[in-house]
């Protein structure tokens, strides 16, 4: 099995990047094929880490700074709202489930009143505009669109 | 009064007051960006990417109020965040790498740019873990510990992962006739 360290490599290593190699580490490298491989990998990644650009080119560490004190603000503002959220969040749940289970109470009397209403408010309308009921769901739907719209728009303006 | 399960203001005061101020941290990134920035745009292969990265390598430090306890652990530190965010970076669907060709960043003599292309085109067919492996152990000098934790592998492995990585590159460096040229 081959090896995968040798005890050299790190001061063959050193060596090579500080000042040139020993007539003692040239000889080593002629039959260690460990310490050939690794002086060749860490020659070509180390010219290469010289080509890294200076600090001037780098993105410029005041902005670095003022952008991530803004994140940190941010995000630490949000962990003190977010019980407030939670609780938003939970009224808002529990109020639509009472919404729901009051509605189901109380359905058959609302059902009534509601029939009633309808009833009394399409007859008017049909007094005071001669439509016929087609026009009148056509009416209705247009009216149901334009809330529609409205809702969207409003979502879209607010993002 | 403080709601249950919130820091509360004064927790929240506290940590600013002991947060690292503007000083500490540009000293901080004058130390480790060039370094780190190297890291990042071999890791990834695109110098804008390692940039942006870079960037937000230093936000997340800041947002959770890190205290380095010394130069390595600041090191360590920004290594591990950076590795992650790389990870992260392979892990989503939209990925924006640039050729290296269209990089702002490389620039200089003809020879110096191509050999650097070829350093890039070699580096990429190597997988991430083995450039990330590479590049901790041979440019930045990361103990076998120090790589293992930065990388989230166990400090066993990484004495055989290396040997694999180098020996890989090596490979490719005799199959690309780049070897001794390359070291010019």
Redesign the interface.
């Known amino acids: 099995m081959k090896p995968?360290?040798c005890h050299h490599e790190p001061q063959i290593?050193q060596n090579a990047r500080q000042v040139s190699l020993s007539a003692g580490a040239r000889e080593h490298l002629a039959v260690c094929e460990?310490c050939t491989?690794?002086l060749?990998?860490?020659?070509?990644?180390?010219?290469?880490?010289g080509?890294?650009?200076?600090?001037d080119?780098?993105?410029d560490?005041?902005l670095?700074?003022w952008?991530?004190?803004q994140?940190?603000r941010l995000?630490?503002a949000e962990?003190?709202t977010?019980?407030?959220q939670i609780a938003e969040r939970l009224a808002l749940a529990l109020g639509a489930l009472g919404l729901i289970i009051g509605l189901s109470l109380t359905w058959p009397l609302l059902g009534a009143t509601f029939d009633q209403w309808v009833a009394g408010w399409a007859r008017g309308l049909s007094q005071a505009l001669p439509l016929g009921g087609s026009s009148l769901i056509l009416a209705l739907t247009g009216s149901l669109f334009l809330l529609v719209g409205f809702g969207l728009y409003s979502q879209w303006a607010e993002r | 009064m403080a709601v249950p399960g919130s820091p509360g203001i004064a927790a929240v005061e506290a940590q600013e007051r002991t947060a690292m101020d503007e000083a500490a941290f540009r000293e901080l990134y004058t130390r480790t960006a060039r370094p780190l920035w190297g890291y990042l745009a071999r890791s990834t292969g695109s110098d804008t990417l390692a940039d942006d990265l870079l960037q937000e390598t230093y936000f997340r430090m800041v947002r959770a109020g890190f205290q380095p306890e010394g130069e390595e652990h600041a090191r360590n530190y920004l290594f591990k965040v950076a590795t992650n965010l790389v990870r992260d970076h392979y892990r989503s669907p939209k990925k924006d790498t640039l050729p290296l060709e269209h990089s702002p960043a490389v620039e200089g003599p003809g020879h110096r740019v191509r050999l650097r292309r070829d350093v890039q085109r070699l580096l990429e067919k190597l997988k991430p873990r083995e450039r990330e492996l590479l590049w901790l152990g041979h440019v930045e000098q990361f103990s076998h510990q120090e790589i293992a934790e930065i990388l989230g592998l166990k400090p066993g492995s990484i004495r055989l992962l290396l040997f694999r990585a180098r020996r890989k590159l090596a490979g490719l460096l005799t199959e690309a006739d780049l070897g001794p040229e390359i070291m010019k």
């Open positions: 995968l360290t290593l460990v491989t690794a060749q990998v860490d020659q070509l990644l180390f010219a290469d880490a080509r890294i650009p200076s600090l080119k780098l993105p560490p005041a670095v700074w952008r991530s004190r994140q940190a995000r630490r962990r003190v977010m019980p407030i």
